[in-house]
């Protein structure tokens, strides 16, 4: 049934075809307590749209059922056949490491990492198995958001260093045969943007239809959209007369992608970038930048179901796939150039409408489902079921054909970190480390590691509020003081999300390493114990089973291009293989913290690696790799 014929009375088996209602459905089946495969069942498919909120104890309502059907016309029906040939390219076999530059090395003692630090660490990378840098942004700043606030295109931030700087960044990542990746942040602007401000100055400024303006009254905001940072997402501008909206911070101002000059400016400034050498870029919130024509409110359910008001008119906006092609053509055009979506909300059938090879759109996405538990949020304390992480990978694996291509992450810049979140007990770090590792580089998708996770960084110990810099924390602390919640309470929630869990200084020794001055932020100490200087030459370390696995992989087309079996075993366990031609290897991994028992493979397997005892059961949090003798 095509989406434009799709109504209320529509059946779930004709909403599950559709790549954006079969996500929305599994999705739902999830949040409450059902499997995916759910949706697959006779009896359910043959169940009226229209009964969903009975059907999920009114978690959902109408309002919900009609946003579900409107939203589905403006997404293409189709996703391309499975049967696409497979498409090999550098960054399919490559292994991604994201850097915090704020964090990562400090080349002059002033407590800020910089581009020069960075430089002075390129050969750690090489020698790790590192084949492209991924940047976080180091555009020039007021630094509200630490960069994601972007002031200037086309300069570097005076604390990172200069243009000369990231020249030789460049050139000494190309020498050593990796490649850089930028961060690429066009949701929004900082409001000191030049743009931004000469819409602020001039009403009749053609940069004022850069952004949302809406002329209106300081105590009545145009919408009841809501800020992923707190609060409302618009912003009152007494000098203008007008609100305007930022999704993110109150200095980050939305961008109107409808604008066919502001499409233009990004375009050249893309391209301004490519000439001097970035090699791709990840695309910050970029499914965000198509909006409902209109800004129509948002379901009070739906944000309450997912958080934040209005989304349903922004996750998947009406021109979004034509804005991507557009990019893709005019900045991306070079088919060596990487272009990587972050794209929250988005599940696997949608996201082969962003990546599928004939889409001529994106190559990969970064999906955050598979960093909580369903029901979960970020800021939830609780111990992680990597029993759903089993069934997440598996669905994806299952899914992506050889014509999709997906990324492999558990730590970046905006979550905690996940070896804590799956088990926060020192004793099982390392163990848990491993494994995740071990997934990473042993699944099918190009691995991202961000600093500190190939030496098993946790998450810190932070005892007051005033230690954090990052202002979502600070903004949620306030938001939940100003609800009336006791301080403990506030702290205990700031502290199970919070970004700078992942934001302290790289340890690189038991000094720190990081800088001879004092430290932008500073961690818990726990550097002195977990750094990558204690680590190298040790091989039960955290750093040299990463180290193994990457040379593993790259020495193997079947842990790259191979496909993906996933074999039956107990909830306990995640058995899989990976197969390209006579190459095959077995992975096996504990996902508790008990012994698990393990069917033995049979004859013509050898041990490839084990992160515990490598015979009999296996060990807490162990992971085992086979490869077939017949390979």
């Not at 759910?38 to 309502?61: E, F, H, K, Y």
């Not at 391309?80 to 850097?99: C, D, H, N, T």
């Not at 460049?170 to 961060?183: N, S, Y």
């Not at 938001?479 to 506030?490: F, K, R």
Request: with cysteine; proline share 6%; aromatic share 10%.
């Amino acid at each position: 049934m095509p989406a434009r014929d799709l109504t209320r009375r529509s059946r779930i088996r004709d909403v599950a075809r559709h790549p954006l209602g079969r996500d929305v459905i599994e999705s739902l089946a999830l949040q409450v307590g059902r499997s995916p495969r759910w949706v697959t069942n006779p009896l359910v498919g043959a169940v009226r749209l229209s009964t969903l909120p009975r059907l999920t104890g009114r978690r959902i309502d109408d309002a919900f059922v009609d946003a579900l059907v409107a939203l589905m016309r403006t997404v293409p029906d189709a996703v391309a056949p499975s049967g696409m040939p497979l498409r090999e390219a550098w960054f399919k076999e490559a292994v991604v490491y994201q850097i915090y530059p704020r964090s990562f090395q400090d080349s002059n003692g002033d407590g800020i990492g910089d581009l020069r630090g960075i430089l002075s660490r390129l050969d750690y990378l090489k020698a790790l198995g590192v084949d492209a840098v991924w940047l976080s942004p180091i555009y020039d700043s007021p630094m509200d958001d630490m960069g994601y606030d972007i002031r200037d295109y086309r300069a570097v931030l005076a604390e990172f260093g200069t243009l000369d700087d990231f020249d030789a960044l460049v050139a000494g990542l190309h020498e050593r045969g990796m490649r850089l990746i930028m961060d690429l942040v066009v949701n929004h602007t900082s409001d000191e943007h030049e743009w931004f401000q000469q819409a602020l100055a001039d009403p009749d400024s053609p940069y004022r239809d850069y952004y949302f303006f809406r002329e209106g009254e300081p105590d009545a905001a145009p919408n009841n959209w809501t800020s992923f940072f707190s609060g409302s997402a618009w912003r009152w501008f007494e000098e203008a007369g007008a609100w305007a909206l930022h999704l993110f911070s109150s200095k980050q101002m939305d961008l109107n992608w409808e604008n066919a000059a502001l499409r233009t400016e990004i375009v050249e400034m893309v391209r301004w970038w490519r000439e001097r050498g970035v090699d791709g870029f990840r695309l910050d919130v970029i499914n965000y930048i198509s909006k409902t024509p209109g800004l129509p409110p948002g379901n009070p359910l739906i944000g309450r179901l997912i958080g934040f008001t209005g989304m349903e008119h922004y996750f998947h906006g009406p021109r979004l796939h034509e804005h991507l092609k557009q990019l893709r053509a005019e900045a991306f055009d070079d088919p060596d150039c990487v272009a990587i979506g972050e794209t929250p909300g988005i599940g696997p059938q949608m996201g082969k409408l962003l990546v599928g090879d004939d889409r001529g759109e994106l190559d990969m996405i970064f999906n955050f489902e598979h960093l909580e538990n369903p029901g979960r949020t970020r800021f939830d304390d609780y111990r992680y079921d990597l029993g759903y992480l089993k069934r997440y990978y598996t669905r994806w694996q299952a899914e992506y054909g050889d014509g999709y291509w997906m990324s492999l992450f558990f730590d970046n810049h905006d979550n905690p970190r996940f070896v804590s979140k799956v088990d926060p007990r020192p004793e099982h770090r390392v163990a848990v480390a491993k494994l995740l590792a071990t997934v990473q580089f042993t699944l099918r998708g190009t691995p991202f590691l961000y600093q500190g996770q190939e030496v098993g960084a946790a998450n810190q110990g932070f005892t007051m509020l005033d230690q954090l810099r990052d202002v979502e924390s600070h903004n949620l602390a306030a938001e939940l003081t100003a609800s009336g919640v006791a301080p403990a309470e506030i702290f205990a929630r700031v502290l199970a999300g919070t970004r700078d869990h992942t934001r302290v200084p790289m340890a690189w020794d038991a000094t720190g390493g990081f800088t001879t001055g004092v430290p932008w932020i500073a961690g818990d100490g726990s550097h002195v114990e977990v750094n990558v200087a204690l680590q190298e030459g040790d091989l039960d370390s955290v750093l040299e089973w990463h180290r193994a696995l990457i040379a593993l992989r790259r020495s193997s087309r079947a842990l790259v291009y191979g496909e993906t079996i996933t074999e039956r075993s107990s909830r306990r366990v995640w058995r899989y293989r990976r197969r390209a031609g006579a190459e095959e290897f077995l992975v096996a991994l504990n996902l508790s913290d008990r012994v698990a028992r393990l069917r033995a493979p049979g004859p013509g397997w050898m041990l490839e690696r084990a992160s515990g005892p490598g015979t009999g059961p296996l060990a807490p949090y162990e992971a085992r790799v086979w490869r077939s003798s017949a390979g």
